[in-house]
């Protein structure tokens, strides 16, 4: 039979392997080329799901006590004494929270400092630290269906008995028994205070000698822990960044993204750089996204549907590849804006896609709408589109 | 046994309780006032004493010094002598104290607007009130201890624990960050200097919160709370371990005011890890006063002492937790220098502080008048607008903190700031309002106040003294073995000087290496004293109070660095006594301005700041652009920077004028080419001397380290 000792003990070793987790993560890490492991949002799952899993033992836990002591015909008194559960769970998550925190101490370095992982980690983590958390999850699996198990057997034994109590018996039963924020707080019952008094009295003032609030007791040594480990890291293994590593790490990696930026925009193309591309992979490139984001209102051979048809020599809002470039990527009347969906070299392979569609012959092309135009734009767009045939 | 008969003195409280009321509603409407200049800039007045940077300390000293430390020395003088079976060691030594430290308010009021500072933050005050403020706060050590001495009460209960630490804390914390070297009457320079006044200013800015904020309220709250509720005290076991560990840690996280500046590292993170330590020892005291009330909460929703007393230790749980989490670095990170740590202060500030006071008031008044509250519906409504206020004030700052520090750290995808310094500032106008609307708010409930407290008094009798008896203390050793604690609560000596040793321990261990290893503040050699224009300049932005809303203190971030220029290096700041870093940034950054715009920029800039950026909220400053630079305290100025260690030749005070004069008129002689007809000994020309210097010792290095 598990009692609650066990119970509490059982929780405890399983917060240490969820904090060991994270140091293992500690030590694996340096800090000059990973990322930080608080920020890791592969780690935050893991460990939130760690925890969250905690909790339900934690409250199964309880709930278990709880029924066997139904069970056993224990008097409510004798519960109110249970008190060493709820702390436990909260120490734990205290304990993994303020190891979090001590990792995310790197702060907004960690946050630019987005560095290819090695080869060698899986979803961003070392694998020691990886194992030990997928195992730290099993067990935890464990412990939850051998709990519910536990719980369901004592159930179907349980034969509780309601009874109905007058309410001034209620109240006086409140001064004897304990809520949940009561025993949370290692509060004594009301009708016990003259067992806390410490018989001092001043001006009429006296005062009780209750427990500390066990949360807050931890808490105190959790946030003793966290300074020893905040100091280690920055001034003794120099595993996280001080503020000038740190300004160096965030100014490199900002350079580095906007580099990587101004690449992904090709070149910095916009609505008056751009040119007609007649390259046969940017039209292929240009056909791939009509055909997925276009041809739903142009239908896929440009002949017009909802959208007008654009193979014709008839423009609303311009033909020429600046104004095409511009429609696509701002958007106009019922056509939408594509700014925020694909790149300006995407919509500048698109626009030429398009261009190349001059002159075909679509299946059921949609009578023209706007004006004529016979330029040397388009000229030039129908020439390059017969040249990539 | 006999029993003594004595007589508690009523009158003295009376005295501090009045001059609370008065304090608090001035202190409050200068806040106003300084809150709606923010975004009606003319409401300066266009008046060098109502200007933003003179109000502003004016504010802050009448807060926390006249409304917060005579409703203390109220609250205290009354408690103390309950406490302690006996009246006041000496009434002459009371009224000593009471009139000697209104004098130092209406001394500080008067100067500060005059604008006679000595530039660091909650210790503005110029040398003369110090002094006076050191003799007065010894008067007080010594009429408590009296008291004390001469109890009929065995033991000391936990609210003059609280006291005791808190008289030789301040006493401590004034006397060092105060030490400073007279130049004239009104005028001295910090001993300190940069990095190592940085250091000394916060440690005392910080535990100023600390020891005149909060442990004399904890010690109030001790005795005034019980006393409403009619509850015993949660928990003595507590009580001790709180007391303790509050005053030793506290002493240590002034640091974390100073994160990512030139700081060194190590004594940063001192300041963050002992904040989060801070954590439990002050929730220790909110424990403590809110588990009191068990079983009493059907009283909370009668009695309005109790609801401001609720409120007041629940806004010191909320800022006590936040403290300790802006002491992270990456929360510091958005949070410094921002509205956010304003709108942190007045959660404690309004509702802890201010809260107690109205609540000890309230608590006050009908039992010395022998009388009932003239209005209980008016308190309770008082209390609805106080706490209204807090939030009207307190939600729009942290918005407009956290919005602002975004938009700062914000850059385009390819690569360049995103806002101006003048839309961020642009962006909080709303907020601005909103904050001066919760103000206004909270300074109606105290209005109201006023008339409840004004007729309570008037339907009561007021008992000057009161009647008590009480057995004298027989000093026979008691044979069985007491609690350790329990000793030293019965040796009032002992516990302070206790508390003096483990207040002493964390600035002893922070000061040491900073002040005696060299490493620490490594020297730089291009960094050169002022010149005497420059330095009389510099005197004037103290005066002025520029630092009030400039910080001089480039962190090392990239927006910041991009923003403001190489970030600022600890060997910089060795001449600056004292220090100027700031710890807000109303207007941007100053410490690279120099060379950034032309001489005849800065001088219609100080005529009409709008005239050179629009849409900016500083005050105009006419009065330097007429006011006569006073060159004969060149000499003595140059001597005491020599005293402090500044390397100017030995016989340089006497000519230092003559160098002053030579750079005046180079300046004079850029302002006529852009039109500007000055004299070159005027007070604009030596702040703009002042301004230009800024930054520009490592200009040259820092643009070869960027290549």
Known sequence: ???????????????????????????????????????????????????????????????????????????????????????????????????????????????????????????????????????????????????????????????????????????????????????????????????????????????????????????????????VIYLWRFHVSHSAPLAKEEYELSVSNAEEKTKAYLASKGEAIDENTVTLLTGKTDIDA???????????????????????????????????????????????????????????????????????????????????????????????????????? | ???????????????????????????????????????????????????????????????????????????????????????????????????????????????????????????????????????????????????????????????????????????????????????????????????????????????????????????????????????????????????????????????????????????????????????????????????????????VREDPVLKFMVVAITCYGMATLEGPLLSLKNVSAIAHYTDWIVAHVHVGGLGWNGFMAFAILYYLVPKMWNTTLYSKKLATNHFWIGTIGIVLYAVPLYWAGFEQSLMWKSFTPEGQLRFQFMETVNNLIPMYISRSIGGALYLTGALMMVYNLAKTMAQGSFIANEAAEAAPLVKAVSPQKEYWHRVIERKPVTLLVLSLIVVAIGGLVEFMPTFLVKSNVPTISSVKPYTPLELQGRDIYVREGCYVCHSQMIRPFRDEVARYGEYSKAGEFVYDHPFQWGSKRTGPDLAREGGKYPDSWHYNHMYDPRSMSPGSIMPQYPWLLDNKLDTASTPAKIKAMITLGVPYEKDYANRANADLMEQAKTIEGNLKKDKIETDPDMEIIALIAYLQRLGKDIKGPAVTAQQ
């Open chain 1, 1 to 227: 039979m598990l009692n609650k000792k066990s119970i509490a003990l059982l929780f405890l070793s399983l917060a240490l392997l969820n904090s060991f987790c994270t140091m293992a993560q500690d030590a694996a890490q340096v800090p000059q080329t990973q990322a930080s492991p608080g920020l890791n949002p592969a780690l935050m799952l893991l460990i939130g799901i760690a925890v969250i899993f905690l909790l339900c033992i934690g409250i199964l836990g309880y709930v278990l006590i709880n029924v066997s002591a139904l069970n056993s015909g224990k008097d409510k008194n004798d519960q109110c004494q249970v008190s060493s559960i709820p702390k436990t769970p909260l120490l734990l998550i205290t304990l993994l929270s303020s190891s979090l925190l001590a990792n995310a101490q790197t702060g907004p370095s960690a946050e630019t400092a987005i560095v290819a992982q090695k080869a060698t980690s899986i979803i961003g983590l070392t694998p020691t630290a990886f194992y030990l958390l997928v195992f730290t999850l099993f067990i935890e699996v464990v412990v939850i269906l051998v709990l519910m198990w536990n719980i369901w057997n004592l159930l179907k034994k349980a034969n509780p008995v309601t009874d109905i109590v007058p309410i001034e018996e209620k109240k006086e039963a409140r001064r004897l028994t304990l809520n949940w924020w009561e025993k949370f707080n290692s509060l004594k019952p009301m009708a016990q205070e003259e067992n806390l008094d410490t018989g001092h009295e001043y001006d009429g003032i006296r005062e009780l000698n209750n427990r500390l609030p066990p949360w807050w007791l931890y808490g105190f040594y959790i946030s003793i822990l966290f300074a």
């Open chain 1, 286 to 389: 240009g056909k791939v996204i009509f055909e997925k984001s276009c041809a739903a209102c142009h239908m896929a051979d440009g002949g017009g549907m909802v959208g007008p048809n654009l193979t014709d020599n008839f423009w609303l809002h311009g033909g020429d590849i600046k104004s095409v470039f511009k429609t696509i990527k701002y958007g106009i009347n019922a056509m939408p804006p594509w700014q925020t969906s694909y790149s300006n070299k995407e919509i500048a392979q698109v626009a030429s896609f398009v261009a190349s569609l001059h002159g075909t012959k679509p299946k059921t092309p949609k009578a023209p709408e706007g004006v004529e135009v016979i330029g040397a734009s388009q000229n030039q767009a129908a020439d390059s589109a017969t040249k990539t045939k």
């Open chain 2, 1 to 299: 046994m006999t029993v003594e008969k004595f007589y508690y003195d009523n009158k003295i409280v009376k005295a501090f309780g009045m001059a609370t009321v008065v304090f608090g509603v001035v202190g409050m409407l200068a806040g106003l006032w300084a809150a709606i200049q923010l975004y009606l800039p003319a409401s300066s007045l266009n008046l060098p004493a109502t200007t933003f940077g003179r109000l502003r300390p004016l504010h802050t000293n009448a807060i926390i010094f006249a409304f917060v430390g005579n409703a203390s020395f109220a609250g205290i003088y009354y408690s103390l002598q309950r406490l302690c079976k006996a009246r006041m060691y000496s009434d002459k030594l009371s009224w000593f104290h009471f009139w000697g430290w209104q004098i130092i308010i209406a001394a500080a009021a008067i100067t500060l607007l005059w604008g006679k500072t000595t530039g660091k933050e909650y210790a503005e005050l110029e040398w003369p009130i110090d002094v006076a403020i050191t003799l007065v706060w010894v008067v007080f050590g010594i009429n408590m201890l009296g008291t004390i001495i001469k109890r009929r009460e065995k033991h000391l209960y936990v609210a003059i624990w609280f006291y005791l630490a808190t008289w030789v804390t301040v006493a401590m914390l004034h006397i060092v960050n105060s030490i400073e070297i007279p130049v004239s009457f009104m005028k001295s320079y910090s001993w300190y200097a940069g990095v190592q006044d940085a250091l000394v200013q916060w440690w005392y800015g910080h535990n100023a919160v600390a020891f005149f904020l909060t442990t004399p309220v904890l010690g109030l709250m001790y005795y005034f709370l019980p006393k409403a509720a009619n509850r015993p005290i949660y928990s003595y076991r507590l009580s001790i371990i709180h007391f303790w560990a509050l005053i030793f840690i506290y002493i240590w996280a002034g640091p974390h005011h100073l994160l990512y500046t030139a700081l060194p590292d190590w004594a940063q993170s001192l300041g963050t890890v002992f904040s989060i330590m801070l954590i439990a020892p002050s929730w220790g005291g909110m424990l403590n006063g809110l588990f009191t009330l068990r079983g009493a909460w059907d009283k």
